[in-house]
C-alpha cells in the first residue's frame, strides 16, 4: 500500500479556483490508479474524479465535469485536482485514494475500488 497525504484545501468564496495535491510514499506509485472522493457533513462520500495509472484516462462525476480535472505527475509520486468555478455545493471533506493496477468504470467509481486512503483536506466555499 502506498500512504497518502492531501494538501492545498482551504476557504474561498463562490467562483474561485484551488488546486489540491496528494503526495503518496514508494516507489511504485506510477502502477496506481488514483482517485479523489469528497464527503460533507452528514453525507455519503462521494465520487469526484479518477485518473489511470499513465494518466491516460481519467473519469469524473457529472457534477463536477467541466469544472474540475485530475492530473498526475509519476516523477513527484503527486495527484492532483484543479478546481475552477467552486460551488458552495462543493464544501466537503476531500480525500485521495489509491489502488494497484486499478481499472476505471465507465460510471462512478465507489469507495471499495481503492485500498489506501488520505486523510483528507477539508474545502469551505462560501456563497
Known amino acids: 500500500q502506498v500512504q497518502l497525504v492531501e494538501s492545498g484545501g482551504g476557504l474561498l468564496q463562490a467562483g474561485g479556483s484551488l488546486r489540491l495535491s496528494c503526495s503518496a510514499s514508494?516507489?511504485?506509485?506510477?502502477?496506481?490508479?488514483m482517485g479523489w472522493f469528497r464527503q460533507a457533513p452528514g453525507k455519503e462520500r462521494e465520487f469526484v474524479a479518477a485518473?489511470?495509472?499513465?494518466?491516460?484516462?481519467?473519469n469524473y462525476a457529472d457534477s463536477v465535469k467541466g469544472r474540475f480535472t485530475i492530473s498526475r505527475d509519476n516523477a513527484k509520486n503527486t495527484v492532483y485536482l484543479e478546481m475552477n468555478s467552486l460551488k458552495p455545493e462543493d464544501t466537503a471533506v476531500y480525500y485521495c485514494?489509491?489502488?494497484?493496477?486499478?481499472?476505471?468504470?465507465?460510471?462512478?467509481?465507489?469507495?471499495?475500488?481503492?485500498?489506501?486512503w488520505g486523510r483528507g483536506t477539508q474545502v469551505t466555499v462560501s456563497s
Open positions: 514508494g516507489r511504485t506509485f506510477s502502477s496506481y490508479g
Open positions: 485518473i489511470s495509472w499513465s494518466g491516460g484516462n481519467t
Open positions: 485514494a489509491a489502488e494497484r493496477y486499478l481499472t476505471l468504470r465507465t460510471g462512478p467509481m465507489v469507495p471499495v475500488d481503492f485500498g489506501s
